[in-house]
């Protein structure tokens, strides 16, 4: 009888390997030229073994700006695509192709074209969470760290009638909207793991935590009305931020000390506890996991450096098109 098998990678990672495995990843890492991208829900083991670590647009800098020939992307799909079609030259890979991400899968291509036929003039801005394909149909790419900028910008050079469709977070289209007092055409696509952390966690937190600030990232569930909390006066607006991971971060660095609930996908505690020891980090919901981050892991990360495979890569013409947001959204920053 054949019993099926456990490939090396797939089999059950044992702590005290950890350190062997790290060192294997980094001179690998120095011996192929690679430089090591990960974002901040990566697991600890990965992110403390990478060059960089940050938030969507801190690696889309990063990769812009790569003095190495080789890009090893440990995040999902969509954002080692975005540092192939920065950076067409280098090879790209990613440890696991099958890393997705559910708001990029939100909307299509078919989608989006659709809906630029309904408003032939409006501008497109896409969160940076989108397939390749979207972003060849758009304008501009944001993140959630600079969404905000990048379509006060297109008011600036538009004008304040200009029509804006914006996808595919319709929380953070919300955001944008109420901060900027002006409406957009949004999509309603979300992101299962932050669409999770709804309201009433945010109850819960506040009530076992009285007087902790907050830090809740835009995509979240929460986000509209904990808006309309400080709108109201139910919440002091003084503890609330509004924050991409890496806003995040800047605020651990600025604020040591006290009570943070956080409000994003688990993976940021890790590198938020590293930067302010000295601050309790809670999380709104500990549930807030995303399944496709954690996919990567250290046995994937040294197979795809040793062996050279799982490359990204994104065909010509669509990169081509798609550039042109992407370089717009880091020189907006
Ligand atoms: P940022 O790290 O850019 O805030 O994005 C969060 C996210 O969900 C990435 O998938
Ligand atoms: Fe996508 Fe949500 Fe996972 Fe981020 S947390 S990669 S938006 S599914």
Known sequence: MNLPMLGASDAPLLLENIPALQDEVRALAAERGAMILAHNYQLPEIQD??????????LSQQAASAATDMIVF???????ETASILCPAKRVLIPDLDAGCSLADS?????????????????????????????????????????VKVVEHIYAQHGDDVEILFGPDMFLGAFVEKSLGRPMHVWDGECHVHAGIKPD???AV??????????IHPEC????????????GDLDAEG???????????YARAHHGGTAIVATETGMLHPLRQTAPDTEFIAANEAAHCRFMK???????????????HEVKVPREVADRARTPIERMVAIG
């Open 49 to 58: 073994v990478a060059d960089y670590v940050g938030d969507s647009l801190g």
């Open 201 to 203: 966690d945010i109850g």
């Open 107 to 147: 909307i299509t291509a078919d989608q989006l074209r659709d809906w630029k036929v309904r408003h032939p003039d409006a501008i497109v801005v896409m969160y940076v969470n989108t397939t390749a394909e979207v972003k060849a149909l758009t304008d501009y790419c944001c993140t959630s760290a600079n969404a």
């Open 240 to 250: 609330v931020h509004m924050l991409s991971t890496g806003g995040m971060l800047s």
């Open 74 to 80: 440990c995040g999902v799909h969509f954002m080692a």
């Open 295 to 309: 996919m990567i892991t250290l046995p994937k990360l040294r197979d795809a450096l040793r062996d050279g495979v």
């Open 221 to 232: 569930g929460c986000s509209t009305s904990v808006m309309e909390y400080v709108a109201a």
């Open 206 to 215: 506040r009530a076992a935590h009285p007087g902790a600030e907050f830090l």
